[in-house]
């Protein structure tokens, strides 16, 4: 197998990335405002453009799912521990000595073992999270039971938090893995251009050339 820049990243997959970004930074943005963390914007304003920003993202990520299920992008999500423990060691201690990753790209798995473990624990169970959350507390006005409403208020607005606050860490260790290896440039150039280096059989590469998907 031989490595070539291929276009693995379509139009949609950046487009939609690109707007997670923005939108999550927005999000997080709003809701440190309302946790009462800064008083950089009005808190009215605070919650306005933090709801707009969640419903608009929610659509997106509706979207993005279907179009992932019927393009058949969701098998690179699916977690398997066929050299976890190989990555695992390399990001906690390899990295420092300048060893060389272990996994290495294909066209079908872009994702390490270790990526696609934590993008299944996202998409699996922190976004359902804020996504749930987030929809109870923007509708608790027409919840039945006012006795018990209080007590279910805090606990949803917990679980919202809770659920920012993990996904703002996975940011942040997302972030950080992009400035190890290779560099932050290589690891952010692909989502830009749409072009990543994978390693391909030679009869995956006669079918993407035909296709017109190898970069020259």
């Given amino acids: 197998m031989a490595e070539h820049y291929v276009k693995v990243y379509t139009r949609f997959n950046r487009l939609w990335h690109w707007s997670q970004v923005v939108s999550i930074m927005l999000l997080f943005f709003t809701g440190a405002r309302l946790l009462g963390l800064h008083q950089l914007i009005p808190f009215g304003l605070a919650v306005m453009v933090h709801t707009v920003v969640a419903l608009a993202l929610l659509l997106l990520w509706a979207f993005a799912t279907f179009w992932l299920f019927t393009t058949g992008g969701w098998r690179q999500f699916i977690p398997r521990l066929q050299g976890m423990v190989k990555v695992a060691r390399y990001y906690a201690f390899g990295v420092f000595k300048g060893e060389e990753h272990p996994y290495h790209k294909t066209y079908e798995r872009r994702h390490n073992p270790l990526q696609a473990a934590a993008y299944f624990a996202l998409k699996m169970a922190l976004f359902p999270a804020i996504w749930i959350s987030g929809l109870a507390y923007l509708s608790y006005g027409f919840w039945d039971g006012a006795d018990v409403q209080a007590l ?65």
């Fill in 152 to 216: 279910w208020l805090t606990l949803v607005a917990n679980i919202h938090v809770l659920a920012a606050f993990a996904i703002a860490a996975f940011v942040v260790i997302h972030i950080y893995l992009l400035t190890i290896g290779h560099g932050f440039r290589e690891h952010v150039q692909p989502m830009i251009t749409g072009y990543d280096k994978v390693e391909l059989t030679p009869e995956a590469e006669a079918y993407l050339g035909q296709k017109g998907l190898l970069k020259d």
